[in-house]
């Protein structure tokens, strides 16, 4: 089985802290995904990387950065956190073997910005 | 831009209620689509998907979806739920001409009462 493993699942974090928020995924997929989850708004892609050091802006990508120095790890980086940043953020990873593959997912980390 | 709706965002039903969740996508193009459910406490996991052919697609747990081309649509059924299914169901859409993203819809609660 697939797993996507998210290192924090809860964290409470003050506002102006930089914050990293890791992931680490074990099939040796080349696409990685960083998705946020807000009620009523679905998940919203906030960026995705389809190769080592490569990445690429999603909807939202205000406020964060990441970082993939290695293959199976994904890093979201939140550069100076405010309190709409409260929130679950998805990691994700998936194949690359054509467009439009199975997407798995880690469990979420829980964020809130004080 | 793809866009995804759904078109209910909480849905309650009894136990043995038949279920129908309406998703409707905006992209010209071939898609791939997808369903994916949250349980409580739990991480998303795909429910199922359509690349291509049979337009009936069958997933996990007596779920099925129908994809509608000429409406733009893939609604999800079950003719019979259980209270097990109480959780949170999200279409998604990935065009294939629209690199790696995937795009979901804002999701739908549903609760099935015993």
């Known amino acids: 089985d697939v797993k996507v493993t998210q290192s924090s699942r809860y964290l409470v974090k003050r506002t102006g802290e930089k914050v990293f928020l890791e992931c680490v995924q074990d099939?040796?997929?080349?696409?990685m995904f960083w998705y946020r989850q807000d009620p009523g708004l679905g998940l919203r892609l906030i960026y995705f990387s389809y190769d080592v050091k490569m990445k690429e802006k999603g909807d939202i990508p205000e406020g964060y950065s990441v970082s993939r120095e290695k293959k199976e790890r994904f890093s979201l980086i939140l550069e100076s956190a405010s309190t709409n940043q409260t929130s679950m953020y998805l990691c994700a990873s998936s194949p690359r073997t054509g467009v439009g593959n199975t997407i798995y997912f880690g469990e979420g980390s829980w964020l809130t910005v004080v | 831009a793809q866009s995804v709706s759904q078109h209910n965002h909480h849905v309650i039903l009894s136990e043995a209620a038949s279920l129908e969740l309406g998703c409707n996508y905006s992209?010209?193009?071939?898609?791939?689509l997808f369903w994916y459910v949250q349980y409580p406490g739990q991480h998303l996991q795909l429910l199922l998907k359509?690349?291509?052919?049979?337009?009936l697609v069958k997933g996990i747990k007596g779920f099925e979806a129908e994809f509608i081309k000429s409406k733009f649509s893939f609604n999800l059924r079950k003719p019979s739920v259980q209270w097990s299914d109480t959780a949170e169901y999200f279409c998604a859409v990935n065009a294939r001409t629209g690199g790696f993203k995937t795009i979901f819809g804002a999701g739908t609660r549903l609760f099935v009462k015993a």
């Open positions: 099939m040796d997929h080349e696409n």
């Open positions: 992209y010209g193009g071939t898609v791939n």
């Open positions: 359509y690349f291509s052919g049979d337009p």
